[in-house]
């Protein structure tokens, strides 16, 4: 039997499998914020779609970050506003919950897709609907031995991003517990953020995530 294809989120988890939630961002904030991202070693950004003019800021986003970075959008609930983001030049579509019509709706157009699950029944619904990865959210109320026993069920090739209340301090028991990754909003960025507070966590998440012991 072969192996399953690797998710197309995989590559972009090198140096740092960091996802950037980007709630609120605006267009005129993108190229800093993208910036101060970027140089911490972040490759997947999402411009939440309740932020203001998203499709203008995922534009913007794709052309400062280039093919090096997967970029796309979040708080994705319609399957309408999947082909929006793809139009926009967004590559990856991520939920706060497990719909399956939005997941099939990204991976028919081609696009990568991470949907929010709170439960193994979920995760395997979204795994049937095509998720490349799933997003545990909201991990602050998902403890690790949570994910500890998602991960003696879940097939074993399944990328799991834990999201939600994650900061530089608490990732190691989430890793342990067999995280792949993490995604993190509010304790990164927030609507008109200094850059250089912005630059700083990014930092600040970067060297807790080359802290981690190998899985």
């Known amino acids: 039997m072969s192996a399953p294809p690797a998710s197309p989120i995989a590559r972009f988890l ?3 499998p960091l996802v950037a939630v ?4 605006t267009p005129d904030e993108v190229g800093g914020v993208a910036d101060a991202l970027i140089d911490a070693g972040f490759r997947i950004l999402e411009v939440t779609l309740n932020s203001p003019r998203p499709f203008e800021s995922i534009v913007a986003l794709v052309r400062r970050a280039g093919d090096g970075c997967l970029i796309g959008a979040g708080t ?3 399957p309408a506003d999947v082909a929006r983001v793809r139009d926009a030049g967004g590559r ?3 939920m706060p919950h497990g719909d399956p019509a939005v997941i099939r709706e990204a991976k028919r157009l081609g696009l990568a897709c991470l949907p929010g699950v709170a439960t ?7 795994l ?3 998720a490349d990865a799933l997003k545990m959210f909201p991990a602050e109320g998902l403890p690790p031995a949570v994910l500890k026993a998602w991960r003696a069920v879940l097939p074993r090739s399944t990328l799991v991003f834990a999201v939600g209340g994650m900061r530089p301090d608490n990732l190691l028991a989430y890793w342990q517990a067999g995280a792949d990754g993490f995604g993190t909003g509010s304790n990164l960025y927030r609507p008109g953020a200094d850059l250089e507070l912005v630059r700083a966590a990014a930092v600040a998440y970067a060297r807790a995530v080359e802290a981690l012991p190998p899985h």
């Open 76 to 78: 994705v609930v319609d």
């Open 128 to 130: 049937a609907a095509g």
């Open 22 to 25: 980007l709630r609120g961002i």
């Open 92 to 94: 990856v579509i991520v």
């Open 120 to 126: 193994p029944t979920e995760a395997y619904a979204a």
């Open 14 to 16: 090198d140096p740092l």
